[in-house]
């Protein structure tokens, strides 16, 4: 399972504009509760709130009961924590929940106003769209597709460092993708770009919604061809590893490596390399 | 090749903030001239202009030429065509090339104010970012992922019709990825959604830069169980259809059954389907 994906809810999209279907279910629905998109938590568990008001963002079905999320600074029944540092200690399916209305919250913060006419907009469909009053421009939540991709070369995988990163801590090469190309283009332009590699070929394996804030990755291999030199913009350092020292790096017995984090799909790629001979 | 994809450009991302060095490039810049999205043709072929203005926007560099594009209405120099009437006639790396300005120019038309605060913002690094001169947000293109895939049950494929399309024109199922949804859960929920069909298994087949106006399309294959009802809201109809009648609908002769438009991914996937035995 790859962490943030396996939301359970049936999202059941064909009610977001449905007021009294909603109204119904808002007394007995259940309630994420955010602030800053994190998740407010109870020790190590979600704090579900009973009870939607009016404003809640309707995230989908639960069998019977309806869930959603508000945003709110009201911590009196636990304690708001980063969705880094909770992401691997909740089930996986509530830990995807969180991704989804935390993307949706972040977007609302950074979208109060039409990029069209300058007005303020206006929630609509239970928090899944905003209109503009002025121009009637309708907004949709931003979904920012991003490549990441373990170059591979004969028997050996490519991991890159960022400048802020800890020393040791390597991960696979990533990037946005921009208007115009295809994942496989984004991938051949991050890889020459960032390590002056050739792409030769590229392989699809996961996807992955990333809510920092709304991104969704799209993990990818790629055989290349070229030394590796880090470009010294983003990269500062790169390294060719072997199998056996990925493996002993993913299971933290590297002297000086350090993986990439657990929850990220930069490892499940590199534990899928690893497992193949 | 997937058609709007194989932009031969290299983008050359790290000079769009070197404003001497887009200087220097200018003037024996080529330029590609858009209306609302439309290129300028001089007969069937790219009216392509000499010398760019201080706006252009700087799409890459062809060898040692630099590539400009510029959204004017003047059409002293050809007439201003759609792309999906042209997108066939041109070299491939040409509309590929018009697609990726395309994406940018109507983003921009749709984003000249923050959304964040509501003031007007400025176009900066040569026409790939947008920066508030208020709250200094920075906004980038955007890109909209959306997964179309080809529904698959034992010999037999499903393809729908949306109630605005013509009688007999049929093509995969399509649909816009939420946030906090992988393409394979995105592609899970729209077939459930419109045709009542439960996923077993997604495979991923190639991307497609998609410029109406950015979208990112997913060609996807699934593997469903169920009848296949058309949820009377998004589709009108859906059908299945063998190999034999899925290959006479590519090739123009089924009597009743029109294919997807050419250059889309929804015929490359059908025609990679029809082409397995």
Same mark, same amino acid.
């Given at each position: 399972m790859i962490t943030f994906s396996g939301n359970p809810l049936d999202r059941t999209a064909a009610r977001r504009d449905d007021e009294a279907w909603l109204a119904e279910r808002r007394a007995n629905g259940r309630v994420l509760a955010l602030h800053e998109g994190k998740p407010l938590m109870r020790g190590d568990e979600l704090a579900w709130l009973d009870g939607a008001g009016n404003n809640a963002l309707f995230l989908g079905m639960d069998g019977e009961t309806a869930v959603f999320a508000v945003e709110t600074d009201d911590a009196r029944d636990g304690e708001f924590r980063e969705l880094r540092a909770v992401a691997l200690l909740l089930p996986a399916d509530e830990a995807a929940i969180v991704a989804a209305a935390k993307s949706l919250f972040e977007w609302h913060a950074r979208h109060r !106003? &039409?990029?069209? &006419?300058g007005h303020a907009t206006t929630v609509f469909s239970a928090g899944w769209k905003r209109v503009c009053p002025s121009c009637a421009a309708e907004h949709f939540p931003r979904v920012d597709p991003v490549v990441i991709m373990l170059p591979l070369r004969g028997d050996r995988c490519l991991l890159g460092r960022q !400048? /802020?990163?800890?020393?040791g801590r390597m991960a696979p090469l990533a990037g946005f993708v921009e208007p115009g190309e295809s994942i496989e283009e984004a991938c051949a332009r991050e890889v020459q770009e960032e390590a002056g590699l050739s792409a030769r070929h590229v392989t699809y394996h996961a996807s992955q919604p990333w809510p920092f804030p709304s991104s969704l990755m799209f993990g990818l291999f790629v055989e290349v061809e070229g030394e590796g030199i880090p470009?010294?913009?983003?990269?500062e350092e790169v390294r060719w590893l072997t199998r056996d020292e990925a493996r002993s790096m993913l299971d933290g017995r590297h002297p000086d490596l350090l993986a990439p984090n657990?929850? /990220?799909?930069g490892q499940v790629l590199l534990t899928h390399w690893v497992e193949q001979t």
């Open positions: !106003f &039409c990029s069209n &006419c !400048f /802020a990163w800890p020393k470009d010294g913009v983003e990269l657990r929850y /990220a799909i």
